[in-house]
C-alpha cells in the first residue's frame, strides 16, 4: 500500500490564480480531511468527508472547495489564490474498521506559496 | 468546541535523559481521544500515543508514556532514555468519541535532544 498520496509536494502561485491539490489514498478509508498547518498554530480542519459525494467544513474552509468522486480521492481547490493561504497542507484518512480509534493517517503534505 | 494548549512552545532535554511535553484540553464531553503526534522535519506526521478517555490506565509505547488526569483535563508526554531521532515538533490532539469528528491539535511543541 501506498497510504495516503500528496501531489505536488511544493508549489509556488500568484495572488487570484487557482489550482488543485491533490489526495489519494488506497486503504480503502472512508473518511478523509484536509488540514493546513502555520507556525504557531498546529494543524486547522479545512474540509472533511465521510464518504464518497459526502463533504463538509471544518474550522478554515473559506477560500477552499473540496468534492470527493470517489472513495480514494479527495482534492482541494484553491479558486483565487490569496497570500493568507500560504502554509503546508496535509491530507488524512481513516476508517471506522480501526476500532473506534479513527486512527488517521496523514499524506506527506504540500508546500504552497502564494506571493 | 474543544481546544487543545500546550504552554511549551520550546523544550530540550539531554541525550538518555527524561523530558516531559504538556498538553490540556478543554471539552464537554465524556467520550474522546487524545492523540500525541511527532512532526520530524521531514514533516511526516507520525502518531505517537493515544490514549481513550475511557481507560483510567495511562497509554504506554515503549519510551513513551502519557499521564493522563481525566478531571484536570491534562494529557502530557513523558519520553524517557531520549534519544537524537526522538527530536521533533510534538502535536497533542483531541477526537469526539464514536463519531467521524476530525482532529483538534495544539499549537506544537519542538524538542531539541542535546547530545
Given amino acids: 500500500n501506498a497510504g495516503v498520496t500528496q501531489t505536488p509536494k511544493f508549489q509556488v502561485l500568484k495572488t487570484g490564480q487557482s489550482m488543485t491539490l491533490q489526495c489519494a489514498q488506497d486503504m480503502n478509508h472512508e473518511y478523509m480531511s484536509w488540514y493546513r498547518q502555520d507556525p504557531g498554530m498546529g494543524l486547522r480542519l479545512i474540509h472533511y468527508s465521510v464518504g464518497a459525494g459526502i463533504t463538509d467544513q471544518g474550522e478554515v474552509p473559506n477560500g477552499y472547495n473540496v468534492s470527493r468522486s470517489t472513495t480514494e480521492d479527495f482534492p482541494l481547490r484553491l479558486l483565487s489564490a490569496a497570500p493568507s493561504q500560504t502554509s503546508v497542507y496535509f491530507c488524512a484518512s481513516s476508517t471506522r474498521a480501526n476500532q473506534r480509534t479513527y486512527e488517521q493517517y496523514f499524506g506527506p503534505g504540500t508546500r504552497l506559496t502564494v506571493t | ?115
Fill in chain 2, 1 to 115: 468546541a474543544q481546544t487543545v494548549t500546550q504552554s511549551q512552545p520550546e523544550m530540550s532535554v539531554q541525550e538518555a535523559e527524561t523530558v516531559t511535553l504538556s498538553c490540556t484540553y478543554d471539552t464537554s464531553e465524556s467520550d474522546y481521544y487524545l492523540f500525541w503526534y511527532k512532526q520530524p522535519p521531514s514533516r511526516q506526521m507520525i502518531l505517537v500515543i493515544r490514549q481513550e478517555a475511557y481507560k483510567q490506565q495511562n497509554a504506554t509505547e515503549n519510551r513513551f508514556s502519557v499521564n493522563f488526569q481525566k478531571a484536570a483535563k491534562s494529557f502530557s508526554l513523558k519520553i524517557s532514555d531520549s534519544q537524537l531521532g526522538d527530536a521533533a515538533m510534538y502535536f497533542c490532539a483531541y477526537r469526539s468519541g464514536g463519531s467521524a469528528r476530525q482532529l483538534t491539535f495544539g499549537s506544537g511543541t519542538q524538542l531539541t535532544v542535546l547530545p
